[in-house]
């Protein structure tokens, strides 16, 4: 026993606004009757799009499902692909078994098993083909089911005589039937060859909706009240903008207009993101490259460090090396050599002699005058020899013996060539004289 509350509460588990895509609202008039009951069963005899004029999808979408049959193959093969769970049985309906011809007019729900129909259409400028397909009963379609079937659906454009008079089992009976009752593409009435058959089965007639006429089985006189009224504002239904009813047009042409802007604006982001990736294999390539200059300027810079570190370990052992030979006995001692090897540098031999003498010199005029007697006997001779005289005496000034002439100095006027020439002087001071001038001058240049 199903669970179900009152008709027309619609309780829809996970959806809340309805959305229709059926033809003409069969499936807002169908949920009004039917919506209360979970998980419920439906039967779709020519099926066709499983969204376009779709009467089954808005069920499907909330949990029922059920058998779709469809004798063209691309709709066949599209229903299995969008309708999970579903059945779909790929074939004609009618009282014939096995294999039947079907006139028909491709991309478009007009297919049909009757001849004066498709010769209508021929007539009326459409395409007819011919394709064999195969056949099956009613009742065969019924023994797909798993369960009650809770509404029935027959859409086969003219051939809705023979599809009623295919069942013969009355074990199934459908809670709602809607018949399409209208000849394909006209408003004329189709209905009387077949209606006796469903009123014999204990159906009652409860609502034509222009197009389609709505029967309710005997065992649920409680539906009946669902059918009322058609499609109106109470239902609180959405069009879904897919079904082909003029009504939908407007819809359509706006739908076609925003898929075309977001067809458009997908372009230009898959060029945005093209780029974007682009511009971000670019930025890793630069990056790569900062990288790696990076890492090799921090080997350089490591190399640089460590050869610094060595340097300054270098000097550090070069400096303690250089005061070890400062305080050596040896440096000291060599102290000598490196004055006179400094001297010689700077005046050759002759001013190293010079220098030698110089001390000399004066140690020997500061041993005279700190002896009286013998600087007396000095100074005599000296005064035979005024130029040696002055020259002395201005030496040992410089060399802070004496602070003026004093007892050196001499008479004026007298020049030491004319001492020489008078041979005032002995051969061997002479020769002292002449040693004493060469010097002096050696000195002065």
């Known amino acids: ?67 779709h049959v469809e004798p063209m193959p691309n709709y066949a093969a599209a229903l299995r692909d969008a309708r999970p769970g579903d059945v779909v049985l790929e074939a004609a309906v009618g009282t014939a078994t096995g294999t039947v011809q079907l006139h028909t007019i491709p991309n478009t729900g007009l297919s049909t098993l009757d001849d004066a129909v498709a010769h209508r259409h021929r007539e009326n400028g459409f395409e007819v083909q011919e394709l064999h397909v195969p056949s099956i009963t009613l009742d065969a379609v019924f023994a797909a089911a798993s369960s009650d079937i809770h509404w029935l659906k027959i859409d086969v454009e003219g051939d809705e005589y023979d599809v009623i008079a ?11 039937i809607a018949v399409e009752s209208t000849r394909p593409l006209e408003q004329a009435p189709s209905y009387a060859a077949w209606e006796p058959m469903l009123l014999a089965k204990g159906y009652r007639f409860a609502l034509f ?51 075309s802007e977001a067809e458009r604006l997908h372009g230009e982001l898959t060029v945005l993101r093209a780029a974007s990736a682009e511009q971000r294999l670019e930025f890793e390539r630069q990056l790569n490259k900062l990288q790696k200059v990076r890492r090799a300027l921090d080997v350089e810079l490591l190399g640089q460090t460590r050869a610094a570190a060595a340097a300054q370990v270098q000097v550090k052992t070069l400096r303690a090396e250089l005061d070890g030979v400062y305080t050596s006995t040896s440096w000291r001692v060599t102290r000598p050599l490196r004055g006179a090897r400094r001297a010689l ?89 002449l040693d004493l001038q060469r010097v002096t001058k050696e000195e002065q240049d």
């Open 209 to 259: 909706d222009g197009l389609n006429r709505f029967y309710v089985a005997a065992q649920h006189p409680e539906l009946f009240d669902a059918f009322m009224a058609g499609a109106n504002v109470f239902d609180d239904f959405a069009l879904s903008g897919d079904a082909s009813a003029p009504f939908c047009e407007e819809l359509n042409r706006r739908n076609a207009e925003l898929r």
């Open 166 to 176: 295919s069942w013969q089992d009355d074990t199934f009976r459908p809670w709602i």
């Open 345 to 433: 540098s700077a005046g050759g031999a002759r001013s190293l002699a010079v220098a030698m003498v110089r001390p000399i010199v004066a140690r020997g005029m500061r041993y005279a005058l700190a002896r009286p007697q013998l600087k007396a006997r000095v100074m005599s001779v000296l005064s035979r020899h005024p130029g040696v005289l002055v020259r002395l005496q201005r030496f040992a000034v410089r060399a802070g013996l004496a602070s003026s002439m004093g007892a050196f100095e001499v008479a004026k006027g007298r020049s030491l060539s004319s001492h020489i020439a008078q041979g005032a002087l002995s051969l061997k001071a002479t020769r002292i004289l």
């Open 1 to 67: 026993m199903e669970e179900r509350s009152a008709p027309g509460t619609q309780a829809q588990a996970s959806l809340s606004r309805f959305i229709s895509h059926a033809q003409n609202f069969e499936d807002v008039l169908l949920w009004r009757a039917v919506g209360h009951v979970a998980s419920g069963f439906y039967v779709d005899i020519g099926a066709q799009d499983p969204v376009v004029d779709s009467v089954s999808l808005a069920f499907h979408e909330r949990g029922w499902r059920g058998v």
